[in-house]
């Protein structure tokens, strides 16, 4: 048995709570972030405001659905696999769909997801973007399409390409191409688990 664990990496952005994210500015994101985490110790939201910085040339939206797919889905996911490549004989493989779709596409609540929502890589590998995107563009049907290279290729001949190694030893970024890192996030994952975020992690 082989186990994969793959996430997105703005997971929440698929309907987000407060959904009025998406008209945020920069002080009503520091507000509510600041409102939230207080309750953990001052010193808390100060650290993740420094991990999740306003990088300029993005939205309060996607740093608020990056920090809480963090949170929430992608660093519990890393310590699910490790407890299971700690486990199991067969190799065990992690990936974050790093991938936007072209355009918002909306399936709940009317919200328009714009970044790595949560099923977005599924819509990829069962090639059913374009029931959602009228008109897929280039970008999203190269995602779509080594997605489905990808594990096509794994239910051929039971591998993966040379540079991903199985968990924890490397971790996909699967966008328009396929980039390996060590960790993603590391610095973000590390902290929230570290200072007991776990519990806070959806299961799903």
């Known amino acids: 048995m082989v186990y994969f664990t793959g996430t997105t990496a703005q997971e929440i952005d698929l309907s987000p709570v407060p ?24 010193n808390i939201t100060a650290q993740v405001k420094q991990l999740y910085p306003d990088p300029h040339t ?82 999203d049907l190269r995602f779509a399409s080594l997605m489905q290279e990808l594990f096509f290729k794994f239910a051929h001949d039971g591998t993966m390409p040379e540079e991903w190694q199985p968990f924890p030893n490397s971790t996909a ?14 610095k973000q994952c590390d902290f929230w688990m570290n200072h007991g975020f776990f519990s806070y992690a959806w299961i799903n």
């Not at 992690?94 to 399936?107: D, E, F, G, N």
């Not at 819509?123 to 563009?137: D, E, R, V």
């Open 58 to 139: 993005e939205t309060p939206e996607y740093v608020y659905t990056t920090l809480v797919s963090d949170l929430r889905v992608g660093c519990p996911n890393d310590i699910l696999s490790a407890r299971a490549a700690e486990s199991f004989k067969s190799p065990v493989y992690r990936y974050i769909a790093t991938s936007r779709p072209s355009q918002p596409v909306s399936l709940y609540h009317d919200f328009e997801a714009v970044y790595a929502f949560h099923v977005w890589d599924c819509f990829a590998f069962f090639g059913t973007i374009g029931q959602y995107i009228p008109k897929p563009s280039e970008e």
């Open 19 to 42: 959904q009025s994210v998406k008209s945020w500015d920069w002080n009503e994101f520091d507000s509510y972030v600041s409102e939230k985490l207080d309750q953990f110790g001052d």
């Open 173 to 186: 970024l699967i966008d328009t191409k396929l980039t390996v890192v060590d960790r993603y996030q590391p």
